[in-house]
């Protein structure tokens, strides 16, 4: 009795309220589990950041009950910041083969790959984790090996979907585990926790397998050309299906990206690929065979600069040169935020005369996540108590909680959470008990969290209007101006063009020099202020800018 | 004989393998009319400039040539860059009743309208401009008042469509006037210059219309709400139709948002507009209407920073409270670039316990621009000898190729154009014959032009990883340090919680200047660059950064 009475904390850290840095700490007794661990990439006004991570500040707190981390499938948005978590709690890490294959890559990069205790599950096993016990339960995704996981408790059964979708046919043969999950639904799930991603998108999302038809037909359409394929290197379904394509069409294949190549050697390892032999070939080899008997598999699929395809439609890719006889398929959509970048490199190949087919042309691309449909059957079949939808911005969680609504939900048991806040469960009762902290932590080089609000400021008035520099020495004996003042600027004008400019600044600091320094004494403090402000207001008057003056004054 | 010999030049300097900024040169003998003039917003690494406007190095060749500037219609990529041009070269401009008193207010806020020359036609007017006439043409658009514009010349008729859609039911009662399009194609049209922003959407546009029906369905659904509506401030049709429904529902009309406020008013007076009496209120006059009873259209639909709708979201709008009585409408979809803004105000609406409907979500919105069915009726009622498709990033202009092969044209008489390139036009040959310099001129505040790669690449730097000074002041007499190394940063850590650091990069430049100055004499060539790199190593070792470096000297 005593056991029952105690209560479920859920604490989402992150992936509520925005796409990325998932991550959600499940606290039953003294014991913590941590579902996911990801990095999401920096917002526009994050300049200068290389990605994003959770505040974990809360995690220090509950250190010494952290039983380990669980992984729901190996998406950088769900394991990314698995490498920062560790080097603070090297806590036990629990994933399917393909995940932990992909997760030792970045952990090689970050020097941890010895060090960290990671423990291989297959879809259907489980793992006790002081009083939880999480079961892998099968998925759909785009990507394989991915997982739901059921977080098992003495007050109760807790299924978190991961990223999913319901795939009646499947590359790999297996459907979600949609038995396992009414199985678990009937005998009585406390919580569902499940992906919002696509709950604005009706109906279903379409198999993977319909992207092979595709292939299909295009490679028979492009039977005199080379093809390049560009999608996202963690897609290996999608991969094995540009093989089949290839191999049917008796094409060799090369890869280019590192990523890419990454993925596709974990996958090759692990036995997730079937592919004949001597398929691929290495792409310092393609100029050994005719141009239409040809596949090479590129990442690049948002445009990002400097990856493969993107240094293939530029010209700067050494070993690729586009050409009119290329098509090229990019099969992938834009995320958002990308459109523009993935639309300049289809200009760019389309100017060396491939041909190009992209976006919602001739689906060459489908979603990884459910849409509503397939959502309301998850909550249907789960049938919990208690609802939260994760993984998506305030809209998503919305639309998501309509749809659980519409299966019949009680609206009391549907909760829209947000990072940092607090749920507590037990079998009779949910409510919000608290926040802890949460946010953003910024990655900038090896810097993590030294980036905040301030830097990010100065870098954003820097970008917009530059820099200008009041140099000046003042004689400390004779309160004097000894040298300078000199002005500097970079990123304001080109100082070439705008001598008169710069000479007019200087006269400008010179006059609040001389008034800041009569009669033998210096008004130390307002001379630097004066510079600011009287600088930047005869700026402003001629340009209508607002650079960064920085007044340096220096003593001898 | 010897008039029919003369050739006719086109030289497009902006609008073709890009979005916005449309400007082109027709030439013809001693007489040249520059068609649009518009401007385009910076692309994500332009930082801090305001707008981009075309590169017109050319016109000062033909100064005296230039006998005026005909407008299509007053979108800003359109008339936009008006002012610089006026500021150079004062010649007449030519648009419709609407389009100038758009451009009025622009003028205005440059100090031009006194000087500006110009010219009401109406759709179906001509103007004799030396040996051209050009003719107005009634055209569809999600601006009123919109024209395609055709240039007679000795040597044959040139048609450019401007922007346009086939309307069979437009909001002012006209569709495009496609009968005079099919009679000067029987008489035979040389060329014909079509828009080709929906080159890749295939059927038709739906008829502005067709969301008259959407409002007041939805209109009808929010009875007991507050609406608002977001739409772009130009499209006074758009504007016109949430009208007819706040008037049919008995709600009152009041207005946020500064462009909104200034095309309606131009648009009022007019005479553009059907407002019965007593229907629109000013915004300070909200308080004294229930709520039910009220409609505010606001600017905003893009998302924009610090546009109407998104001070509603955030709750900085001076005058309305976003509440969960409210039925937030954005009658717009988002321009590519700009889908996260757009998420981020739906979200913080959302948020706020509103109701919102944007993106494709019940046909609240149309384009303004004719589909693929549409262009081609249009190249088959033209039937030119020549087609160059305009108005479009590379990929459009290709597309837009097609659709005119498929009309039965011949791919020899198509030309793919770009900026700076002229076409050389007569009735027997069509070639590109050199090229005039071309491209962005980017206005940064008051500066045009000022803000070149140089600064760019500064600005790019500063925002990445901010800056660091080194600043010393070295005695000439005894070749020593006088003051300093000192070490300021900017936009690179928060220096509070990186002493350390900041101390040893001040160690290194110690360091430096020691070497440099050792024997009392002074490496001067030496010791910046030295100061540049050993820091600049240091830092990155330390932090795989690479700020900028700025040493600064001075003497005493």
Redesign the interface.
């Known amino acids: 009795m005593l056991k029952k009475s105690k209560k479920i904390r859920v604490i989402p850290l992150g992936g509520l309220?925005e796409i990325g840095k998932n991550l959600t700490v499940f606290e039953y007794g003294n014991d913590v589990v941590i579902l996911d661990c990801g990095m999401a990439f920096p917002?526009?006004d994050m300049?200068?950041v290389d990605i994003v991570i959770p505040d974990i500040t809360y995690l220090h707190k509950v250190a010494n009950k952290i039983r380990g981390i669980v992984l729901t499938h190996g998406h950088e948005d769900h394991i990314g910041a698995i490498p920062y978590v560790l080097k603070e709690f090297n806590v036990p890490v629990y994933g399917t083969r393909l995940t932990l294959g992909i997760l030792k890559n970045k952990l090689k990069e970050h020097g941890l790959l010895r060090s960290a205790k990671l423990n291989t599950l297959e879809a259907g096993e489980s793992v006790r984790l002081g009083e939880f016990q999480a079961e892998f339960i099968h998925t759909n995704h785009s990507i394989a090996d991915a997982v739901a996981i059921a977080l098992h408790t003495p007050a109760g059964v807790l299924l978190h979907t991961g990223d999913f979708k319901i795939d009646p046919t499947p590359i790999d043969g297996d459907m979600i585990d949609l038995a396992r999950i009414g199985e678990l639904g009937k005998k009585g799930i406390l919580a569902l926790f499940s992906d919002s991603t696509n709950a604005?998108r009706p109906g279903y999302t379409m198999s993977e397998s319909s992207i092979g038809k595709t292939f299909d037909s295009l490679f028979e359409r492009g039977a005199d050309k080379r093809i390049i394929v560009a999608t996202f290197a963690s897609n290996i379904h999608r991969v094995q299906q540009i093989i089949n394509a290839a191999v049917k069409y008796g094409r060799k294949v090369a890869v280019s990206g590192r990523s890419m190549v990454n993925v596709l050697n974990a996958a090759i390892e692990l036995g997730y690929m079937n592919i004949p032999k001597n398929t691929l070939i290495d792409i310092d080899e393609i100029g050994r065979y005719p141009k239409d008997k040809l596949v090479v598999v590129t990442t690049g699929s948002q445009g990002e600069e400097m990856s493969a395809l993107t240094r293939i439609a530029f010209s700067i890719h050494k070993k690729i040169n586009i050409e009119p006889t290329d098509l090229v398929i990019i099969s992938a959509n834009p995320i958002?935020?990308n459109?523009?970048a993935v639309?300049n490199v289809?200009?760019e190949l389309?100017?060396h005369g491939a041909e190009?087919i992209h976006e919602r042309?001739d689906n060459v691309h489908v979603s990884g996540h459910a849409c509503q449909q397939e959502m309301k059957i998850i909550i249907s079949l789960a049938r919990p108590k208690y609802f939260i939808p994760v993984h998506g911005?305030?809209?998503h969680l919305?639309k998501h909680r309509e749809l659980a609504l519409q299966t019949g939900m009680d609206p009391k048991n549907i909760f829209i959470m947000d990072i940092g806040k607090v749920l507590e469960l037990s079998q009779d009762s949910a409510k919000i008990v608290g926040t802890v902290p949460s946010g953003k932590v910024l990655v900038?080089?090896?810097?993590v969290g030294?980036?905040?609000n301030?830097?990010?400021r100065?870098?954003?008035?820097?970008?917009?209007?530059?820099?200008i520099?009041v140099?000046?020495?003042i004689?400390r004996a004779s309160c004097s101006c000894?040298?300078?003042p000199?002005i500097?600027s970079?990123?304001?004008?080109?100082v070439r063009?705008?001598e008169d400019l710069m000479d007019a600044v200087k006269d400008v600091a010179c006059g609040v020099v001389e008034q800041c320094t009569r009669g033998n004494t210096i008004d130390w403090s307002t001379l630097k202020t004066r510079i600011k402000n009287e600088v930047g207001g005869f700026l402003f008057s001629?340009?209508?800018?607002r650079p960064?003056i920085?007044p340096?004054i220096?003593?001898?």
Do not use: W
């Open positions: 309220n917002d526009d300049l200068g604005d958002p935020g459109e523009k639309s289809v200009n389309l100017k190009v042309q911005e305030y809209r919305c900038d080089g090896l810097g030294d980036v905040g301030i830097v990010l100065d870098r954003k008035h820097l970008a917009e209007d530059g820099i520099i140099v000046l020495t004689d000894a040298a300078g000199d500097i970079r990123g304001f004008v080109y063009e705008s001629k340009t209508k800018r960064m920085l340096i220096m003593e001898v």
